[in-house]
């Protein structure tokens, strides 16, 4: 039986996705990627958009999201690039192969390229215009 197969074929284009945007060869490198910026994204916005988010979202890619999660403390108040920058590296680690705003960034190229433009717009409403410069990379941030 091949119950899975479309589901694995979602999520792997999702990596293919991240290996193309970090750039990288590695797509475990990239699955950890994306699970890191997803966590940190998903931490800090408010429970409902996170699951508005994730609803556009393939199923093994929204499991993916919601793994590990615990909503009853969010969202996290981080209201500065340098504080989200950090999640991102905490999600990340043990790895350090790749940048914060290198990961926020692919992560975001592969959600406007997979979510809807109205989600995004909402994404981008539920957080504070610092880390929306972060996240889209319309200003350099200084700490990579």
Do not use: C
């Not at 997803?38 to 093994?60: G, K, M, S, T």
């Not at 919601?66 to 950090?86: S, Y």
């Not at 390229?113 to 504070?128: A, C, F, N, Q, Y």
């Amino acid at each position: 039986m091949h119950l899975f197969d479309k589901a694995q074929q979602h999520a792997e284009a999702w990596v293919r996705d991240m290996m193309a945007a970090l750039p990288t060869e590695d797509p475990k490198k990239a699955l950890h990627a994306l699970r890191a910026g997803l966590h940190a994204l998903r931490d800090r916005l408010p429970i409902n958009e996170a699951a508005q988010l994730a609803a556009q979202f393939p199923v093994l890619i929204r499991g993916l999201f919601f793994e590990g999660w615990q909503p009853a403390d969010k969202p996290l108040r981080i209201r500065n690039q340098i504080d989200f920058q950090n999640l991102v590296r905490e999600k990340y680690g043990p790895r350090s192969d790749a940048g914060a705003q290198e990961i926020l960034t692919a992560v975001f190229r592969v959600l406007e390229k997979h979510v809807s433009r109205g989600e995004i717009t909402d994404v981008m409403m539920s957080l504070p215009e610092d880390l929306v410069s972060l996240v889209t990379g319309r200003r350099e941030a200084s700490l990579e």
